[in-house]
């Protein structure tokens, strides 16, 4: 037998525009911002089909697995694609956008992805912002993974279409997610035939029928549970402050760093330059006779909770990913994580310091 | 790894005086109504507690296992009980209690329950409330399991204390229950040196804080969610209407009764005359050679959800309970109660009809 | 200060296959469910974009708004269209639509919308289906606001692609809907070289990822929440049994029509024909003298709550629509938006008669 | 219209007895956690209705208003009961305690508050057990306001009855709360004949019925969703890691302090000695010509969901209180709740520094 628990009265348009400007506060950000109702794969691919066309060249910066997809879009809608691709174990420099640039005057769209969870490295976008800027491509980004665990400013930084979800360093729920829009940008998208137009995937729609509507009507009912629960994680970090939230994850991904290096057992940061390593999640290189995978196996084994992966693809060998984003950018999932990690070393052989990786974890909190 | 909903702002007075109201327009009463913040035992026992003493002459009719409890507590306050018990499978007559009445002319409390979930039998507190009142005794009503279930008019029938809670007939939460109290009972109350005060159980000290205070301050922290929950329930019985809600209760009660009926293996109504048959619940009594426990084991066993139970204590080799209160006052529980208690009475020997059981409950929805 | 409520476990792809299997059985069909993450014009817009394409010759049946919409897409999709419209206050009949597939041969897909919410008619779609059968077309059918209104039997009638979502009928959220796909739609995708792929938009992503994958892995993090009231509201359609809800349906559709008739004041069913009215909403064409508008907005300055809408785009003078479906296929919620109706027409100066309107609901209810 | 969001499947006696392991462990307790289905008040009368009586001396120690509750129900079980008040802006002393124990060596049970939200202080409870375990009383304790908020060892302490609510530092519902009962508690309870038996303040009916009959049947229908918000609250702080919470109370409690300090204004901590300030709240002594309630409402008209309060009572005129728990410890809300503060000084003419204040919250907070 089941009891109904709660009833809902219908999500208003003023609700969904208080929520609009909440996030744009939450962005520093004159722009529109248009809430989309689907994952944020949604928003990403609106954002390069509405941008992109044959007439389209686009510098599609690679730094993991996300920017083969936009690629991939890219191609679709007619561009020609330059790809700029890097290691996924480092950031992308400023002098190499600005050197794919000056080869390739013609380029108009530059696709970006800020923070890479998958890879755990994240990109210099305020100095990226400059070079394209001053070259005066539009400007795209992916920053799923950015916002609220480090700074992300889109205005400051000349980002004319950035893309945010609220379900990593926010701690909300995945089904509804966000794209900031330059004036520049609503430009680019009108002027283009082939943006989607009637379609689940137009940000036009939202233009033309929500924001230049006066935000009177949605363009379809809202998925409203998620709305609110993006309502409830907005307030949450409102509360706390964006620093504040912004300092756990930073705080996180140093002491997961600190911990993996103490915990030793052949583990090294797959990022080496900590000043390309995201807040969002750390990725450890585990040693050549080690399996990444089986290693997570064993640590899920004992906590399936746990906040860890193996690598994706080609890197679920090598690579381990701890997460440590929303209510997981705390010092007790940093600890569970990287002793449950040590544990399954040790029992793979390996010679461990679970001790000494709490204790680094713990000087690392404090300092 | 979970992620949080949704963050809730207090509940504040004037939401739960609200609440208070709507619940005396339910029960068309005038008095006050007092929500408390526990299960409907908490009210029931502040009542008795509230309105008993050593000076106090109770009459306790008895038609199930609460006049028991009932019983219990009035002779702990040190008051003299009349028991005025009745088979469980019949009501109480309005004759029996005059006599008790006219035997006893200090009696001046009468507790009563007015439906029985337990034993699925309904008292005729109309009638019974005129002959009380003509006697002058305060009368409190235990309407637990009739409260939107069958008609419940404390003010007309001079009911003077109706304890209600919403986790039956109104399907809404078990946590949080209320007291209809009148003037009278109020004085009772406050004569009363032994009545509960500054305690939980106390129904005064939301008179003389909560109510005398203009439902101004609570009187403590309430238990929001079973608040949100009982507001979500009285949503949806004010908009079905009282009446469709209750006739939702009465159809389930019939039909199931003919059902049973016709579903042969010798199963009677446990409560032979259908007007004292509760709309809450049916009770059935299986043959001699028959276990009720094992029967209703069988059928929980192909689905635990079923709306089955049998008897408690004593009863529980001879009666089964079919519930169809709240969302299960509805045709498809119905036909799912009675065709599976039907499989097992055919599993264990029994030549039943389960076809025409189900013709049976269909005739006598459409009818 | 708020507080939270509830924090939830990641929603797993069984939790989520499991959803799709109950949907399945709900519809009857041995057909692909596949849910998808956002409102139900996203698998709408999904079936007709991967089903057409430049060598497809499309009959879009149109009865209502949603048509257009339908004949867009398929136009922009390159597809020849064949639109055949019917005055929205009728049904198509099944001759028509095989009179226009005999005139053009070539037609290889149909698009036909069940109940139209927005007109009040329903398209009797068996016939249809037989029609399209015969001939050999691949058949679409946006089923959103038939679904647990009226009998609906994608594999029966010969439906290939059939669209449903839960915010209607089904009583449940607006922020995922799903999509029956049959084998032989499957192959039409397939073969379809413009049909979306690694798109928001793509149901060939959910076969070729999810399904053939084993529903092991979901394409991306789901809209938890909109999930678990989906599964909801599924619990609550098998409980009560589908037939009861469908019939809560028929009988709303026929009180709110018997009861508008008695009201009198010169309203008139706009779907003069019973058998083309939807038991989704009933829909009321006003006298001439009179403004639909106006009068809805009189009616819902009383209780904005109430299930009353103007007619939508030409319509908004002359017609008024009366929902009733999910929570609102209630007695209650029936008199209530006549009673307001007929209220407004009376402060605008016509004859009504609400009592006889109430009883005329009450006794279609009871008939 | 509203829609439904979620049913509940019944909560069941093996889930309710995982939350009591759950809590035992955050309390590091061997003895038996009872959860009670009401607010804290409701297990706080059931300790001492259940444990005093007649034979009874108490020690009542008074550091706050509770005190004087607890006080009132002792005398009226009809206990004898020596008071020992010490002013509300200071604590206990053991030696205090081990004076009154000297001078009544017939007392045989202390009732002491931990820490008191409504003044601001915390009393040395690990050393007042070690003299009340010396003198063989049974020790009560109302850990309310500490719970999560500072180190809570009932076992390590002596303590014998703890009672503990979610509502305060572990940031959960208010609906439902826990006693610890040591064996030897449930032995005085058990000898004693005026304890509450067969009845909702009984803590002797959860030892009988529900301890003893193996946890398999609840007393009555839980509060459901309390419940579960029970246990949502837990999960959070068993993934933060007690410690972890327990650090963000005293981080908040000395931002607090060293904020107002920097302030200025004449405001004072009204608890001088910063061993006896609690980390649940801080609170504030304002200038003799300033008056503590208009400050308060000043702060509150610009933003209502500030943290602070007036004191109760006698302290309405000179004791502010900075509430920091649960989602409120946290950098976000002391500083909120301190420029609130200094801005309402400031319009009633006090010169502060407000800047400074947040900078001795920021430097606080690193340190």
Redesign the interface.
Known sequence: ??????????YTPAQFAAVERRLARLLSTEHDVVIM??????PL?GCIRGAAGPGTTALNVITGPYGQ?FG??LR?CGATVVDLAVPYHTAVAPEQVAQALAAHPEIDFVSLVHAEAATGNTNPVAEIGEVVRAHGALMMLDAVASVAAEPLLPDAWGVDLCVVGP?KAM??????SAAVVSERAWQRLAANPRAPR????SLLDWKERWIDGGRAALL???????M??LE??V??I????LE?VMGRHAAAAAATRAGAVALGGGLEPFVPDVRAAAPVATTLRVPADADAASLVARALAADP?L?LAAGGGALAGEMIRI?HY???A????V?AGLTALGEALAESGATVDVDGAREAVERSWEG
Chains 1, 2, 3, 4 share one sequence.
């Open positions: 037998m089941t009891h109904p628990f709660l009833d809902l009265a219908p109702q689907g994952e944020a794969l949604l691919e997809t991939g879009w679709d379900q701690g909300g729920p995945a089904g509804v009637r379609s689940y995937l379809h009912a809202p998925a409203q549970l998620e609110l629960a409830a994680c307030d949450r409102e509360q706390d402050g504040t909770a906040p997460n929303g209510p997981e705390a010092r007790g999932a600890l």
